[in-house]
């Protein structure tokens, strides 16, 4: 089993529809939790970092279920400029082993 | 602030040959990664560095490939005697250390390498 597994998708839907990524990992001693998002072409961007508790900004929402391994990221009112690659981040080994998924393709359609 | 940048932006080269590839860190942070991401696929993690402490090197495909950081901040990443499979984007990225500082990363915007 790999250590981050996301679905590559591509994910195609409307504007203005919401959509969800989960994220699995298999190291339930992993620390902490983070989304970026890839442009095609360019370097990944940190979206946000991912709590127990939840936490939201803007349009976007991400959470954290360790009982059950997964994070996940929840895109309300998807925009155009929302299409992307959406890479998951798990922190482990004391912070020091950092591993990404494979990321997961959203467009977004007029 | 400047961001992280790399050096060369692209490099075209010949099989057999070295190549160096450069990253300048966003001054202050202590943590330093280099990755690979070859075409459609994910980052490839290949070594970590951290202030003075020895690097974590786990992530190197091969003895080809080598990683230095002079004085803790400029890093550089070398590949002896290139493949044709080591044709990917080497992404650098820094960050603050810290207990969360291990994700908050910031990429710089990769060198594309191609061996011919």
């Known amino acids: 089993r790999k250590e981050v597994e996301q679905d590559p998708g591509p994910f195609n839907v409307p504007e203005g529809a919401t959509v969800a990524f989960n994220c699995t990992y298999s190291?339930?001693?992993?620390?902490?939790f983070f989304w970026y998002r890839q442009d095609c072409r360019k370097e990944p961007k940190l979206l946000m970092s991912v709590y127990s508790s939840g936490n939201e900004d803007g349009r976007f929402t991400a959470q954290l279920n360790r009982a059950s391994q997964y994070i996940s990221l929840l895109i309300r009112d998807s925009k155009l400029s929302d299409s992307a690659t959406y890479l998951c981040v798990v922190i482990s080994g004391g912070y020091q082993k950092v591993t990404f998924g494979i990321g997961t393709k959203l467009q977004v359609i007029p | 602030g400047a961001g992280v940048s790399q050096s060369p932006s692209n490099k075209v080269t010949e099989k057999g040959k070295d190549v160096e590839l450069r990253c300048d860190p966003i001054?202050?942070?202590?943590?330093l990664y280099w990755y690979r991401q070859s075409l459609g696929q994910g980052l490839e993690f290949l070594i970590y560095f951290q202030g003075n402490s020895a690097p974590d090197k786990s992530g190197l495909p091969s003895d080809r490939f080598s990683a230095e950081r002079t004085g803790g901040s400029v890093s550089t990443l070398t590949i002896q005697r290139t493949q044709q499979e080591d044709s990917a984007v080497y992404l650098c990225a820094s960050s603050l250390a810290g207990t969360s500082g291990g994700g908050s990363q910031y990429f710089g915007p990769g060198t594309r390498l191609t061996v011919l």
């Open positions: 190291n339930s001693a992993s620390q902490s």
């Open positions: 001054s202050g942070h202590t943590a």
